[in-house]
């Protein structure tokens, strides 16, 4: 007949408990058991409250993150459709100046379109970026 | 098996409290864990972000250059070589292009300039 589960179970419990958790099983009174289970619900509790403090903290991040990262796309999509923009316009200039060798007009184009390029596109960025957090309206 | 019972229920009990207080320590480090990966891939997706501009930046060189070049072509195609107004313009047309060849993208540090 095979032994029953329960003395085997209470040997591996003070095993797994180890000095402290033998000391514990050999103390043990209702009084201890009920003084354990409160400290365990306050544990539990901090735990719980400290595992919310992480998960909060980590979304105001990515929030902040995922903010920074629409206002770039925001601000290099806006700034780059100005400058394509102005810059077609002055290859059409451009274009019309060597077809009628104009050699002023090709100058104006030129150096048009050597100022945009040379011109950093994160020029406005910080004003840009300070006018979107007071959510006012600018004109790259 | 009564006596063995009256010990051992309180003890498994007790060893549970263990357990979890252990558990949930193991469970907030997790979360810690997860929480810095969120974060890291948030800042990744940033990056790219920015590297969409700089490739928007290098898209941007490249098609005026080839403008500029397409220009020059066109302008040598139809100029005379002893022309000074011609040659003058077509120096200076392939001055601007040279210049534009020479525009940097990033600085040393990396930064779109």
């Known amino acids: 007949m095979p032994k029953p589960p329960i003395p085997n179970a209470g040997f591996n419990v003070v095993k797994h408990l180890g ?4 000391y514990v099983v050999q103390n043990l009174n209702p009084l201890e058991v009920v003084r354990e289970y409160v400290s365990f619900l306050k544990t539990a509790s901090e735990q719980k409250s400290e595992r919310e403090r992480i998960a ?11 903010s920074e990262k629409e206002i770039i796309l925001e601000y290099f999509k806006a700034r780059f459709a100005e400058r394509k923009e102005a810059l077609q316009g002055l290859f059409d200039i451009l274009h019309q100046a060597v077809e009628t060798k104009n050699e002023h007009a090709m100058d104006t184009a030129l150096g048009g379109i050597l100022g945009i390029v040379k011109d950093s596109p994160l020029k406005d960025f ?4 300070k006018a979107r957090a007071d959510n006012k309206i600018l004109e790259i | 098996m009564v006596l063995g019972g009256l010990v051992v229920g309180p003890a498994i009990l007790v060893a549970s409290f263990f357990a979890h207080a252990k558990a949930g320590d193991i469970e907030n480090k997790v979360e810690r864990h997860i ?10 997706w940033k990056l790219v972000g ?5 490739l928007a930046r290098v898209a941007e060189l490249k098609e005026t250059t080839l403008k500029v070049q397409s220009e020059l ?16 313009m077509v120096a200076k047309v392939a001055v601007s ?7 940097a993208i990033l600085d040393k540090e990396g930064k779109i300039v």
């Open chain 2, 73 to 88: 072509e066109h302008l040598l195609s139809i100029s005379t070589p002893d022309t000074e107004e011609d040659a003058y």
């Open chain 1, 19 to 22: 000095a402290g958790g033998k």
């Open chain 2, 97 to 103: 292009l040279g210049q534009l060849l020479e525009v």
């Open chain 1, 56 to 66: 909060a903290k980590r979304d105001v991040a990515v929030k902040l993150i995922e």
């Open chain 2, 35 to 44: 929480s810095e990966m969120d974060i890291d891939e948030a800042n990744k």
């Open chain 1, 126 to 129: 910080d004003s840009f970026r």
């Open chain 2, 50 to 54: 920015a590297l969409d501009a700089v």
